[in-house]
């Protein structure tokens, strides 16, 4: 199955990638990824989960009512069994979400590694990835002009997975 949809974000017409990127995530809680992989040069600690109605109380461990960030869900994806590496530039705006990040994430289940070249933009799981032109910050997701693609492809997600642990396994 290779299914793709494309979005163009921009903080002018409102369009904006919020939805699919908490879908993605929601699928992720409730079945994690083997091996989840974040590429970014600037990463935030940005708001992924609006659980304030309760919404997605069956998804959380130990839920609340109330907004979830980056850093929490992937964290909270690590200890539901997912392993998780990022892959971001050293540079002191990512240093905000990497030590929420790693302080939260389960021992041994995420790895950081800094590249100070890297410029690609991806989130890839088991059998999907969103790709593009979108740094995972408020502006990436909320202001800027963006690209963002989200494809299901097996195949595809694999080839990018076994390229990222190539590059950037045990690289951190």
Wanted: aromatic letters at 8%.
């Amino acid at each position: 199955m290779n299914d793709e949809r494309i979005v163009r974000t921009s903080g002018n017409t409102g369009v904006r990638i919020d939805g699919i990127l908490a879908t993605v995530l929601l699928a992720e809680l409730m079945t994690p990824s083997r091996h989840l992989w974040l590429v970014s040069p600037w990463i935030g600690d940005v708001d992924v989960i609006d659980n304030r109605a309760a919404a997605y109380d069956s998804v959380f461990v130990d839920p609340s009512s109330r907004v979830y960030t980056f850093a929490e869900v992937l964290a909270h994806i690590t200890h539901g069994g997912g392993r998780l590496s990022v892959v971001t530039r050293p540079d002191s705006y990512n240093d905000v979400f990497v030590n929420r990040l790693l302080r939260q994430a389960a021992p041994t289940r995420a790895q950081v590694v800094q590249a100070e070249d890297v410029h690609e933009k991806t989130l890839c799981g088991d059998d999907w990835l969103m790709t593009g032109s979108m740094n995972f910050t408020y502006r990436g997701m909320s202001v800027n002009d963006e690209i963002v693609s989200y494809r299901v492809d097996p195949a595809m997600a694999s080839t990018a997975r076994i390229d990222f642990a190539r590059r950037f396994d045990n690289a951190g």
